[in-house]
């Protein structure tokens, strides 16, 4: 609640991020669109607001990339940064964890990224979590941070392992490679009431 807004992106053209005042409500205006062929935006699907560097991060599904506005921008702007990499495929998810000064990533390409908040262009992943032990199946789609004692990475997927269930994942932060989740949120869609789960967020 540091500036009392919502910000939303929309995934139909002309693709934009709309902000709000936090209490709004009824047919209202946004403060501010960002939209146009400068801001990059390319079927934007997850979104992560960085208050302490005033700065909110977009994932472009269609685009493979990340744009990362400064929290104030209107209009047809260029992003401040722009990560457009191997490291990317589909990218659905976004969390910025300013604590580790690191940006997740959760690629419908069936693996997590992770790279430095500031990382710009063409740069490689710091690690990067991907392979058939985590029984991605197309996904995963929505990332969050939990930072406290678990430390984990939580993303959902809406196919999981060789059941193809929806499901809730729970990764070590600093994990890497072809690693099996910790522990699972899944099983039978009539119990866990999970139905191709999207995005996610961890409140502490």
């Known amino acids: 609640l540091v500036n009392d807004e ?5 995934k139909t053209l002309p693709y934009s991020v709309t902000v709000f005042p936090r209490t709004a409500s009824g047919n209202v205006a946004p403060l501010r669109t960002i939209t146009g062929a400068l801001t990059g935006l390319d ?35 260029a992003p401040v940064r722009l990560l457009q990499t191997m490291g990317l495929s589909s990218p659905w998810g976004v969390h910025v964890d300013v604590t580790h000064d ?6 419908n390409g069936d693996f997590i ?7 710009n262009g063409m740069v490689a992943p710091l690690r990067t979590i991907s392979g058939s032990n985590t029984g991605f199946n197309n996904g995963p789609v929505g990332i969050a941070l939990d930072p406290g004692a678990f430390d984990e990475i939580v993303d959902t997927t809406p196919f999981f392992g060789a059941s193809f269930a929806p499901a ?3 990764f070590p932060r600093t994990g890497a490679g072809n690693i099996a989740p910790t522990r699972a949120i899944g099983g039978d869609p009539a119990t ?3 139905a191709s789960p999207n995005g996610i967020a961890v409140t502490g």
Not at 113 to 119: I, K, L
């Open 43 to 77: 079927d934007p699907r997850g979104i992560s607001v960085d208050t302490v560097h005033g700065e909110f991060a977009v994932a472009n599904r269609a685009g493979f990339s990340i744009t990362t506005f400064a929290r104030t921008a209107n209009g047809n702007v």
């Open 168 to 170: 809730i994942l729970f």
């Open 102 to 107: 690191e940006i997740l990533v959760a690629n």
């Open 6 to 10: 919502l910000l939303v992106v929309n």
């Open 113 to 119: 990224s992770v790279f430095a908040r500031t990382g």
């Open 192 to 194: 866990t009431q999970l």
